[in-house]
């Protein structure tokens, strides 16, 4: 299995970034999937989580209204939208793959490599 992370970079305060994780050796559309972030120092985050179908999404609070968890399944892509970008969403960002529905990092199974995302102020 592989989960490809794609799209980090450095943007300022306020700008947006698109992240992209093209998934391989699963079957993509029986996984759930989940981002989550890493800032140094501190422990891995779960960011939000997309239902196998996309007919539902999980977002931990401090993101809500500003970024958007999406996939699609005939591409085996999931994505992350983030707008309005702030300092504190500094961090390496990890997609991962999940037969459990939930934000829980211990339920999912396979992981990508992660993307740095760095926000300026």
């Known amino acids: 299995v592989q989960l490809q992370a794609s799209g980090g970079g450095l943007v300022q305060a306020g700008g947006s970034l698109r992240l992209s994780c093209a998934a391989s050796?699963?079957?993509?559309?029986?996984?759930?999937m989940g981002w989550f972030h890493q800032a140094p120092g501190k422990d891995r985050e779960s960011v939000a989580a997309v239902f196998w179908s996309g007919s539902s999404t999980l977002y931990r609070d401090s993101v809500k209204g500003r970024f958007t968890i999406s996939r699609d399944n005939a591409k085996n892509t999931v994505y992350l939208q983030m707008n309005s970008l702030k300092p504190e969403d500094t961090a390496v960002y990890y997609c991962?793959?999940?037969?459990?529905?939930?934000?829980?990092?211990?339920?999912?199974?396979?992981w990508g490599q992660g993307t740095q995302v760095t926000v300026s102020s």
């Open positions: 991962a793959a999940s037969l459990t529905w939930g934000l829980r990092a211990s339920g999912y199974d396979y």
């Open positions: 050796g699963l079957t993509f559309a029986s996984y759930h």
